[in-house]
């Protein structure tokens, strides 16, 4: 295929994405007003509802202007040159290959950030703030803002320049070798993500002595979870939404609890919320999830490895001379529609993985605190009770509400 062919067919992918996801997008808003599902009929009165449609559309009118600028700047960017200029000023400050990937892409992922930085301002510090739930501090916003940004050139620059080091030495079969190091960074960043990454923005606590701690241990005693590390992390900083989660492998494993997940649930709550994820842990979803990413992400390598050469892929986007990173950026353009549809087989299965970390806890603790829990989070969340089911299925990695209360309720009743 011709560079021309392949230019124009980026143009025709992004604009297909864009589209593909405006008519979901739009589909999904058109049942915000619809009445909620009998099983959370009760979970507001009039006034609350309304807020809850009224968030809902906010962030639909948010995002389909966040992505149509993003899908005009990079049509803009394309279309005059813009992947072209930065190539060539990125040889007029590296003449290392190494170097040059280093700058085109810091630069390009600076731009985007710069470019995306109003969208972030404006959903946190106007929607979030609006609705209540935004405790950001502009201080934190751009604390949060500048370390994040580091981190990711750091890591991201780093984990580039050792795959072209690769690329250097071993060719096409590159990506063998490039696997396997993405495989241990990805081990690693599981292991070490609470530790090192996590303190860099939040603080973390252990939990301190009391019945909540005692029913947490009583439980995974109870279920043979080994659990000596129990965290709470201070998510207030930011907002009032909650969360919990799992990080680490065998004796690193440890779970954080988020201050507001404390705040808003009782004790049991807490706890069959905490059975939920242990259930992930003990159906092994963690590990399947692991491997399913290496395994995909070894395709995704290969499947390079196979066109790195070609040189229409680089000069596809505008550049005058093909080079690793212009074709490594033209094959991630041309590859989404592949990543969108192992995107779709993912949520598929983690849809069924949350049905079976429901009907875990339900088994070994039980169902009525896990659906005040569910509830409890949804309404605090303003969650849209009424999804299409065209969009659950492209987007949704966790089942509606209403669906899940009324998986545990049925299993329950059949006990």
Do not use: C
Request: aromatic share 14%; no cysteine.
């Amino acid at each position: 295929m011709t560079s021309e062919a392949l230019y124009y067919l980026i143009i025709g992918i992004l604009i297909l994405d864009y589209l593909a996801d405006t008519l979901l997008e739009y589909l999904n808003a058109r049942r915000f007003g619809n009445p909620p599902p009998e099983e959370v009929a009760d979970l507001y009165n009039r006034e609350a509802y309304e807020k809850t449609q009224s968030y809902n559309r906010a962030n639909y009118r948010f995002g389909f202007a966040a992505s149509t600028a993003s899908l005009l700047a990079t049509l803009g960017f394309l279309v005059f040159g813009g992947f072209g200029w930065l190539d060539t000023l990125a040889i007029s400050i590296s003449q290392d290959p190494i170097g040059q990937a280093l700058v085109f892409f810091g630069l390009l992922f600076l731009g985007g950030e710069l470019i995306g930085l109003p969208f972030s301002w404006y959903r946190t510090f106007v929607i979030e703030e609006r609705f209540g739930f935004n405790k950001q501090t502009v201080a934190l916003f751009w604390a949060d803002k500048l370390k994040g940004w580091a981190l990711a050139m750091i890591l991201g620059g780093g984990l580039l320049a050792l795959v072209m080091v690769f690329y250097r030495w071993a060719g096409p079969g590159f990506w063998i070798y490039a696997w396997l190091l993405i495989g241990v960074f990805t081990v690693l960043t599981n292991l070490l993500y609470s530790r090192v990454f996590v303190p860099l923005f939040n603080r973390q606590e252990p939990l301190e002595d009391g019945p909540l701690k005692d029913r947490i241990h009583e439980y995974a005693r109870r279920v043979g979870f080994e659990l000596k590390k129990i965290f709470v992390i201070d998510g207030s900083r930011r907002s009032t939404k909650a969360n919990a989660y799992f990080s680490g492998f065998g004796t690193q494993k440890r779970v954080t609890l988020y201050d507001t997940l404390i705040g808003d649930l009782d004790e049991e709550e807490v706890v069959a919320v905490l059975a939920h994820e242990v259930g992930h842990y003990k159906r092994n979803h963690i590990l399947f999830n692991l491997a399913a990413s290496l395994a995909l992400t070894g395709l995704t390598l290969y499947i390079l490895s196979l066109f790195i050469n070609h040189p229409g892929l680089s000069l596809a986007i505008g550049v005058d001379r093909p080079s690793f990173h212009a074709t490594l950026l033209s094959f991630a353009l041309l590859y989404s529609p592949i990543s969108e549809i192992t995107g779709l087989a993912m949520n598929f299965i983690s849809r069924k993985f949350e049905f079976q970390a429901d009907a875990f806890a339900r088994e070994t603790y039980a169902a009525e605190p896990l659906v005040t829990s569910l509830k409890k989070l949804s309404e605090n969340h303003l969650s849209n009770l009424t999804p299409h089911p065209a969009y659950v299925f492209v987007r949704y990695s966790h089942p509606p509400l209403a669906e899940r209360i009324r998986k545990l309720q049925q299993e329950d009743r059949k006990e």
